[in-house]
């Protein structure tokens, strides 16, 4: 539970906003009583459903990267800090990367790169 809301902490926040934003519309005096039930319902779920897909692709995509991590392959990761030197980190097991806490970690490396910022290299 706590990974998801690492994962999804700011996605909730925007849709806790756009909730926020609905309940405002619809108890203004123009708009009918039984608005506000319908809308505030309708954008739960469709935030909870936009959300939920989004934890889902994004734990499948970590699950492909673990299993080719573990398997040899080269993993690229994005490069936020450093974008003139590179804007993607090669990450293999072989250049003494390890994965602790579904982060990326090595001692020839200032930084941890997390799982769900990476893709496996073709």
């Given at each position: 539970?706590?990974e998801?809301?690492i994962?999804?902490?700011?996605?909730i926040?925007?849709?806790?906003?756009?909730?926020?934003?609905?309940l405002?519309v619809?108890t203004?005096?123009?708009?009918?009583?039984?608005?506000?039930?319908?809308?505030?319902t309708?954008?739960?779920?469709?935030?909870?459903l936009?959300?939920?897909g989004h934890?889902?692709i994004?734990?499948?995509?970590?699950?492909k990267?673990?299993?080719?991590f573990?398997s040899?392959?080269n993993?690229?990761c994005?490069?936020r800090?450093?974008?003139?030197?590179a804007?993607?980190?090669?990450?293999n097991?072989?250049?003494?990367?390890?994965i602790?806490?579904?982060?990326?970690?090595?001692?020839?490396?200032?930084?941890?790169?997390?799982?769900?910022?990476?893709?496996?290299?073709?």
């Amino acid at each position: 539970m706590k990974e998801f809301f690492i994962l999804e902490g700011a996605y909730i926040v925007i849709g806790l906003f756009i909730l926020a934003i609905a309940l405002f519309v619809t108890t203004r005096p123009f708009m009918d009583k039984k608005s506000i039930r319908k809308s505030l319902t309708i954008v739960f779920l469709v935030i909870a459903l936009l959300i939920g897909g989004h934890y889902y692709i994004t734990k499948s995509r970590m699950n492909k990267v673990l299993i080719a991590f573990n398997s040899g392959k080269n993993i690229l990761c994005e490069n936020r800090i450093y974008t003139k030197a590179a804007q993607f980190v090669t990450i293999n097991k072989n250049l003494e990367w390890s994965i602790k806490d579904s982060q990326f970690i090595s001692p020839n490396y200032t930084r941890s790169f997390h799982l769900a910022r990476c893709i496996v290299e073709k």
